[in-house]
């Protein structure tokens, strides 16, 4: 560990007007690995600074609160004692993107003569300050002070807020300098600011935010920014309109109103000269209070099913559907498309009914599948009642919305609802809210925190695009989880998009951009935001989103450039997903697959853009091939392309004909290997044959629905085969010799 204490002797100067601090301190805290280091300057103010590699980062950026007894915490401080700690010990967390989650920094802690401390740490991938006060009683927080005083130039990523600080989910403005940002503008956190020459990013954040405003930022001068809450609400609206209920209409000149011993907020620097290290940077994460619930076996990451998005519309089916028919047979649809496809969930959005919300859940968990519903902010807020109310209905999780607040009031609304939750058992999604800072630590039954431009948005506008989907993984995505609801089949190049406010939307990039998402966005609850019906029509995909995970053992990022492109390995158990995406800018990316165990064939389901995908954005291919450890494989992604592998193992595909007995689907050769036949106790919707490379060699459309299906072979050429069976239940596969 590496804490270094210097102490500057300085006399007492008045030539000329100018004065220095007598006993000025100097301290320096450096990284575990040595490339970081925080540096204090405890002299008439607290200030501090950020090398990296030796390179300035951030020059002296002074701190401090200012209190409502008078005290100003950070000015005229006299250090009454240092205490240093270094740490290194595993994470134990219920579930996430890395399953060995390490701790390791440096700290020092100064306490003051004035009844305060300082704590600082020093990460590999960040550092961080909090302050701690020892006062009596409650005290307001009149203002803080927060700077990040860069050390030259740097270009900006601003996440700009809207004025009245009620949404987070904000598309990215992009600066040559701060200098060029009007000063009456902010943005959210995190946000993100690079040098150019070096390449070092910096990402502005907080962590273990409780009891106190959210964190934005606001130029300070040509190259600085500094902090900026809300202040704490005087009055608020009550109208019958629930999207302007709880606005804040006035407020009082303080932050907080608080207890006088307590700790604030972690003011979180993280520094990245590599891209993709900030796709698996958790330091966010690391600096939140640790779990306080000691019985987890209910909270249960998935992916879930979901109607809000394609408003409910089911072509082709004869159940009445839309918005209009929120009713239990639509529901109960729903239900048996989510078993089928051994989705965990069905998430019921604003416009469900009490009348048959009980039924449901009966019927839904005799299909062993669950449900989350959707509640205004207000309802359990205001009433005390109510989480029990709804787990008495058998739902096992809530989408709170509209929440659209971070004062200090507002923080306080997501730990009492964790936390009122989790006495109930029940999980949470926060959705139309302030960014995660780490709360779901604490309470892993918050499962997800929108904050984010999701695919709600191309209802609107065209904001949810490539570009936006290459900017907040490295950006947003280091706060926490998100909420993004993935899963459009409607893909439109960037040219043929339209908002579709009322009925089915469309989204901008691929098919296989869309279906990267799923590996990589760090979403714990995953969505399907399709219609069942529509995901009918693709079956290899909805086999692959039927086994995609949604937590992971490990994240390994491969290859990634801001706002550009990015390359991630992930591993479940013993399979491993890969994803890739770029930007409006076509590309070739390179997989290496050395991730893999050596001396261990794989099979990967490669499923990736075509040339027509150009043209046609809908338009994808889905490959079979081996891979071991040594494979290196080149794949063209389109303009807003994507690729989407899952390597599994080479012996999964297995045959389903005598051998298994019970099957619900027998593939049957006969003696000269010119038809198949295919008896199956469930209705087949397709079957595909695939070549060794995976290129479909013949399609199959049932449209007469009987137990026997005659498939003619004589067509295929002598080789080895796959053959795919999709039915309701599941896609069954089977190797075949022609």
């Known amino acids: 560990m590496k804490i270094q204490i210097r102490f500057k002797i300085l006399s ?96 020092l802690r100064i306490d003051f003569e004035e009844n305060y401390s300082l704590i600082v740490r020093a990460y590999d991938e960040g550092v961080a300050y909090r302050f701690e006060t020892a006062l009596a009683g409650n005290v307001d927080v009149m203002s803080e002070e927060a700077n990040f005083n860069f050390a030259g130039q740097t270009q900006v990523i601003f996440p700009e807020a809207d004025s009245e600080m009620r949404s987070w989910e904000r598309s990215y403005n992009t600066y040559a300098s701060i200098a060029a940002i009007d000063n009456k503008k902010f943005s959210i956190t995190p946000a993100m600011f690079s040098y150019a020459g070096s390449g070092i990013r910096v990402v502005v954040a907080e962590s273990d935010l409780l009891d106190y405003p959210g964190l934005y930022l606001q130029p300070s001068g040509t190259t600085s920014v500094k902090g900026k809450w809300a202040y704490y609400p005087k009055t608020v609206s ?61 909270i249960k990451p998935g992916k879930s099913a979901w109607e809000w998005w394609h408003d409910a519309i089911l072509e082709t089916t004869q159940i009445p559907s839309g918005t209009k028919n929120l009713n239990l ?3 109960k649809f729903y239900v048996d498309f989510a078993a089928q496809n051994k989705l965990e969930y069905v998430t019921l959005d604003a416009g469900w009914s009490t009348s048959y919300i009980r039924e449901l859940c009966q019927y839904a968990a005799s299909k062993n599948v669950k449900i989350f519903t959707w509640d205004f902010i207000n309802l359990p807020v205001e009433s005390p009642g109510r989480l029990a109310e709804l787990k008495s209905y058998g739902i096992v999780g809530i989408k709170v919305d509209l929440i659209e607040r971070d004062d200090q009031v507002a923080i306080n609304w997501f730990e009492q609802l964790a936390k009122a939750c989790a006495q109930q058992q029940l999980m949470i999604i926060f959705h139309g809210c302030a960014k995660p800072t780490g709360l779901q630590r604490k309470y892993p039954n918050i499962v997800n925190f929108e904050a984010v431009r999701g695919a709600e948005c191309t209802k609107w506008d065209d904001t949810p695009n490539p570009d936006y989907h290459l900017q907040f993984p490295f950006i947003r995505m280091l706060a926490g989880p998100l909420d993004y609801t ?28 869309e279906v990267a998402m799923y590996v990589m966005f760090d979403q714990p609850l995953a969505y399907l935001c399709d ?33 550009k492109y990015a390359v991630i390995a992930r591993k479940h158990a013993e399979e491993w997903y890969v994803g890739a995406m770029t930007n409006y800018e076509a590309r070739d ?45 080149t794949f063209h992604l389109a303009s807003g392309g994507g690729l989407a592998i899952r390597v599994r193992d080479v012996n999964e595909v297995t045959s389903i004909g005598r051998s298994e007995e019970g099957s619900k689907v027998s593939i049957f050769q006969n003696s000269d290997r010119t038809r198949l036949t295919v008896r199956s106790k469930a209705p087949v919707h397709e079957i595909n044959i695939t070549d060794i490379s995976g290129r479909v060699v013949q399609h199959e459309v049932m449209e007469v629905q009987q137990e026997t299906h005659a498939i003619d072979t004589t067509r295929l050429g002598a080789g080895i085969y796959v053959i795919y069976v999709s039915t309701d239940e599941r896609v069954y596969s089977s190797r075949i010799i022609r």
């Not at 908002?499 to 296989?512: D, K, L, Q, S």
């Open 531 to 563: 219609a069942p019906t529509e995901y009918r029509k693709y079956t290899d995909i909805l086999s692959f989103l039927s086994r995609v995970p949604t937590v992971w053992d490990q994240t390994l990022p491969l290859a990634a450039e801001v706002g």
């Open 238 to 298: 009550f109208p019958d309109n629930i999207y302007e209920y709880h606005r804040v209409i006035e407020r009082e000149a303080f932050l907080a109103r608080t207890a006088g011993t307590r700790k604030y907020p972690w003011r979180v620097v993280i520094v990245s000269t590599d891209d993709k290290t900030l796709l698996t940077n958790e330091l966010v994460y690391k600096l939140a209070t640790p779990s306080v619930l000691t019985n987890t076996d209910w």
């Open 589 to 633: 990316i390179e997989v290496d697959f050395s991730f893999l165990p050596e001396g261990v064939d794989r099979v990967a389901d490669v499923y990736r853009d075509t040339p027509n995908s150009e043209a046609s954005a809908k338009a994808y291919q889905h490959e079979i091939m081996n891979v071991t450890s040594q494979s290196k494989l």
């Open 329 to 331: 047979a639509l529901y």
């Open 486 to 513: 993935p899963g459009s089949m409607r893909n439109v190049r960037r040219f043929e998009f339209q908002p579709i406010g009322t009925g089915v939307p469309m989204t901008i990039g691929t098919r296989t951009h």
């Open 12 to 107: 007492l100067c008045l030539l000329a007007g100018l004065w220095s601090a007598a006993n000025a301190q100097e301290y320096d805290v450096t990284s575990p690995d040595g490339s970081l280091m925080i540096h204090l300057d405890v002299a008439t103010d607290i200030q501090y600074a950020v090398e990296k590699n030796g390179t300035s980062v951030i020059a002296s950026s002074p701190i401090g609160l200012t209190l409502s007894t008078g005290l100003v915490v950070g000015s005229n401080a006299t250090v009454k004692s240092t205490a240093t700690v270094s740490v290194d010990e595993p994470i134990e967390r219920l579930y996430g993107k890395n399953d060995g989650l390490r701790d390791h920094y440096n700290q």
